[in-house]
């Protein structure tokens, strides 16, 4: 079936340093997608979508690039900060809001 | 405005027994979809409601899993009969009417089945 994978299960990095968390999706009809946060005990937290139309979106700290040519979807954080620990999900939608949700990546930043 | 709110953030149920967990959208907003997380693992479409309607149900298990929207009041996931494996944390999105706008969370019910 269709799905929204992840190639790193764990990432860790120093403060400071850019953070790249990637994802692979298969599903080439999908309108848009997303990327969430959830830190523990907390639902899904949005922090930046892209249309299938766009190869590049930047937000606050964040960039997201989509490359529909192999389906990968990439969420890049700038100077990652300890409250960037967190998990992170990609997740594709189309039509109305029923998302599919990767495994998602746990981001550890160390001081 | 408030938030997404789920009511209660937990629940503990003995096998058998039935859950019942609420949401409340944030204001102004009518659609509704309900997902499941189990540990470590990302989140699962289960269905999605307007006002008195069931839209898409398609991620509800066939059994003992139901779900409504009324007109007044929050939307309830009831779990009849509960087992071991409905242990997960349920969440809520709530959205405005319109496509692909952005889907707001809720904190999520942790239930508990002992």
């Known amino acids: 079936g269709e799905s929204v994978g992840l190639h790193l299960p764990t990432l860790s990095v120093q403060e400071g340093d850019n953070s790249i968390i990637n994802c692979a999706y298969s599903n080439s009809a999908s309108d848009y997608f997303i990327w969430y946060k959830q830190e523990s005990g907390k639902g899904p937290q949005f922090i930046i979508d892209?249309?299938?139309?766009?190869d590049k979106r930047q937000g606050q700290r964040v960039t997201v690039l989509l490359n529909k040519t192999v389906k990968h979807l990439s969420l890049q954080i700038a100077a990652t900060q300890p409250g960037d620990s967190a998990v992170y999900f990609c997740a594709e939608g189309g039509g109305y809001n029923k998302l599919i949700f990767g495994a998602g990546t746990r981001l550890a930043v160390h001081p | 405005n408030a938030g997404v709110m789920q009511n209660p953030r937990h629940l503990v149920r003995r096998r058998g027994q039935e859950a019942r967990l609420r949401c409340s959208p944030m204001k102004g907003h009518s659609h509704v979809y309900w997902y499941r997380q189990l540990p470590e693992e990302g989140l699962k479409f289960m269905v999605y409601l307007q006002k008195e309607n069931i839209i898409d149900e398609s991620g509800m298990p066939k059994e003992r899993f139901s779900a409504e929207f009324p007109k007044e009041g929050p939307s309830i996931l009831r779990i009849q009969q509960v087992v071991r494996g409905d242990s997960a944390a349920y969440f809520c999105?709530?959205?405005?009417?319109?496509?692909?706008?952005?889907?707001?969370f809720g904190q999520g019910t942790r239930l508990t089945v002992v």
């Open positions: 999105a709530s959205s405005p009417p319109g496509q692909g706008t952005e889907a707001f």
């Open positions: 892209i249309r299938s139309n766009m």
